[in-house]
Every structure is written in C-alpha cells, then in structure tokens.
C-alpha cells in the first residue's frame, strides 16, 4: 500500500474563487480516488481516476493526473462555503489498499 | 440502500472497560476497513477484510485491539481494555473489492476517560 500526500495543507480562498490542490505518490499506480470529508463526517467518495486517463471532470471538480511526474491535481470551480472540507487522495496500487494522508483542509470564506 | 451502519455514534466509556464497536456494511460489498482519525496521526487504517476474513491487520496498535467479521452483513472492533489514547473517531468502510470507492459510515466517537 502507498500514501498519497497531499499539497497544500490548508487552503483559504473567497467564495467564488477556483480552489486546486495536488497530490503526489511513490510507486505506479492502478487509479487515484479523491475524497472528502465534512467536519465530523465519514469521508465521500469524489472521483476516480485510472492510470491511462489524464483529466476527467464531475460537475465543477476537474482532476488531471500525470503518471510521469506521479501526480494529481484537483480542481474546484466557483467555490461555494459549502466546498469546507478536508480533501485526500488515494492512489490505488493495483488492489492494494491506499493509507490516506494528512488532506488538504480548504476554508471558502463568503 | 442505507449506507454503512455504525453503531454507537458515540461512546464514553472509562478506562480498562471493555468497548465494542459495530458495522453493518453495505449490501453487496465484499471488503471492509475499519480506520481510525485522531488530530493527531490522522486517518489510519487498522484492520481490512476480504470476503469476511482478516486480510491485513497490520495497523492494529497491540493486543487490545480485535476484530471480528462472522458473517458478510456485520463486523466488530473491540477495545479491552480501553485507555485514554483509543480516545479517537472510529469509521467502518466497505468496497465492492479492493482499490475501489470506499464507502464511510458515519464514525463512532469514543471517549475513553
């Protein structure tokens, strides 16, 4: 199993703004899943993606993976305050299971 | 479909009392994680199932710790005895195998005074 790290630690922007975060790994990988959880919650699946695709796109998420570098971003549009979460990545090595790292913390302030 | 189950949401319980936390997973799902998150060490991954065996529990802390899946539809996390330090949020997961989306149930809050 591999830890994903992710990158910033905390991240403070204005409701509106675009939020991106990035996430590194070690060794290859099968997909890389982001995640967040809510203060006090369990954590909420996002999007997947596999290792043969670069970008993909749900609603105003947008992630892009570089296999070459090993590494994702993750791409959060028209931030509202309800994007406040703490956001991880988990790189999947090939069915092994990933360790989640410290997160991002994201503060959208109105 | 429900979601993962945890029961209890919340526990306060006193040191070197026995504590046992409970996972209903998702109909369907063959693999079950139960992690642990404290401010401190974040999120950690104790103990993982594969078709209701034991797969990987390396990250039990010691021997206090246990767990149990007898059956696909319930798994459990016993604590005996308890000290201060388990004091952390306790989440059960289920997969539909491993490597894909993990789904969290709520988390039970344990406080061990």
């Known amino acids: 199993s591999q830890q994903g790290e992710e990158d910033p630690q905390a991240l403070s922007i204005q409701e509106g703004e675009n939020a991106t975060m990035n996430c590194s790994y070690k060794?290859?990988?099968?997909?890389l899943q982001w995640y967040r959880q809510n203060s006090g919650r369990g954590l909420v699946h996002l999007i997947l993606?596999?290792?043969?695709?670069r970008e993909k796109h749900s609603g105003r998420l947008r992630v892009t993976l570089d296999t070459s570098k090993k590494s994702s971003s993750l791409l959060i549009t028209a931030s509202r305050a309800a994007d406040t979460a703490s956001y991880f990545c988990?790189?999947?090595?090939?069915?092994?299971?990933?360790?989640f790292g410290p997160g991002t913390r994201l503060s959208v302030l109105p | 479909d429900a979601g993962v189950i945890q029961s209890p949401r919340h526990e306060v319980t006193e040191m070197g009392q026995e504590v046992t936390l409970r996972c209903k997973p998702i109909?369907?799902?063959?693999?079950l994680f139960w992690y642990r998150q404290t401010m401190m060490r974040g999120l950690e991954l104790l103990i993982y199932?594969?078709?209701?065996?034991?797969?990987?529990d390396s990250g039990m802390p010691e021997d206090r710790f246990s767990a149990k899946m007898p059956n696909a539809s319930f798994s459990t996390l016993k604590i005996q005895p308890s000290e201060p330090r388990d004091s952390a949020v306790y989440f059960c997961?289920?997969?539909?195998?491993?490597?894909?989306?993990?789904?969290f149930g709520p988390g039970t809050r344990l406080t061990v005074l």
């Open positions: 997961a289920s997969s539909l195998g491993q490597g894909n989306e993990q789904f």
């Open positions: 993606i596999r290792s043969n695709e």
């Open positions: 988990a790189p999947d090595n090939y069915g092994q299971n990933f360790v």
């Open positions: 109909s369907g799902h063959n693999s």
């Open positions: 060794t290859s990988i099968n997909n």
């Open positions: 199932f594969n078709n209701n065996v034991p797969i990987d």
